[in-house]
C-alpha cells in the first residue's frame, strides 16, 4: 500500500487520519506526546500493532530536553498518559516498557543523545513490526490453497500495523506467490473498519474484495463458498484465547460450525503469556454513541443506552492455529506459543 499507516519524519510523528477513510486521505502531524495519545484514544490510529509503533513514538516525542532523573519523572508521566488510551491492545504496553527499558540503559547519556537513543528505539520498533509482519505472511500463506476465498473481520491490513498486515498480510502474501485469492470482508460494526479501511487498503492493492454485513457471515459459510477465516488479535493469551475486534468470537463459532478453518495473524509482540487465559484480559468499553449514532446522525431513539465493548475473546478450542513471523502455533497452545516466544527472545543480540 502507498499510504504510510505511520512515520516519523523531522522530528514529528506523521499518521492517516484513519476515521476520515475512505472518503478523504489526510495525514495529522503530531508534535507533542499529548498529541499521539488523544489521536490513539480516538482512532486517527488503530489496530494493536499501529498503536505499539504509535507509543513508542509518542514517548520519544515527550522525552525531549530530559536527562537523568528528570527523564525517569517525565516517562513515568507520559508513559502513565499513553497507556491509558486504550487497555486491550498489548502492544502498546509492550512498546512502552521497551521504551522504558532503553531509558535506564541509557540513563547516563546527555539530553539530546538520550532522546536521540529513545528516537531510534521507535523507529526500530516500527521497521521490526513491518519485517515480521512480511515473515508472518509469508507463514501464513502456505496455508492458503492455489485459489481461495478468505473471510476476514475489522482490519487487520497495513492500517493496522506499521506496513504491510497480518491477517492482510498472509493475503498480500499469498497473492504475491501467485496465488488466486479473493477476500470477503466483514463490515464490522459499529466503527466498520472493515467497509471502511478494509476495503480501500485492498481496493488500493487491487486484491479482489466483497463487503458483506456482519449479520451475513453465517449465510455465507454456510454456503461453502469461504475456504477459510483470518483474523488478527491485539491481545493473545497464553493459553491461545483470543482478544480481537468485536463480532469475531461469533464468527469463530459460525466457522467451527461449518468446519472452515479459523486462523489467527499474531505478532508475538501480541502475544501476552503473562495473561494465563482470556478472562483476564481488559476490555475496552467506548462511547455509546458509536452505537446510536451514525455519521454523526443519532439513528437510535434519544435516551436510549447502548452496550459498546470494543472487543471480544475466543476460545483456544475454536482456533485451529495461531500464525506468527517465528511459524505457526497449533494447539496446545500453551507449549507452543511459549515455545515461538521464547524462540524469538533467544534470537535476540544480548548487549
Known sequence: MSVKTIEWRAGTVRMIDQRLLPSREVIRVYRDYGQVAEAIRTMVIRG???IGVAAAMGAALGMKGVSGERARKRFALVAARLRATRPTAVNLGWALDRIGRVLEESIALSAPALFRRIRDEAIAI????IAANRALGGFGADLIGESATVLTHCNAGALATAGYGTALGVVRAAREAGKN???IADETRPFLQGSRLTAWELRKDHIPV????????GS???RGVVNCVIVGTDRTAANGDVANKIGTYP???MAHRH??????AAPLSSVDLDCPSGEMIPIEQRAQDEVTSFAGK????????????AFDVTPAELVTAIITERGIARPPYTQSLAALKHAAADSKPRG
Open 251 to 253: 464468527l469463530a463459532v
Open 298 to 309: 443519532r439513528v437510535a431513539p434519544a435516551g436510549v443506552a447502548a452496550f459498546n465493548p
Open 220 to 222: 455465507v459459510l454456510a
Open 181 to 183: 485469492v479473493v477476500v
Open 48 to 50: 494493536a500493532p499501529a
Open 210 to 217: 466483497t463487503v458483506i454485513a456482519d449479520n451475513m457471515a
Open 259 to 264: 468446519g472452515v478453518p479459523f486462523y489467527v
Open 126 to 129: 516500527m521497521e521490526e513490526d
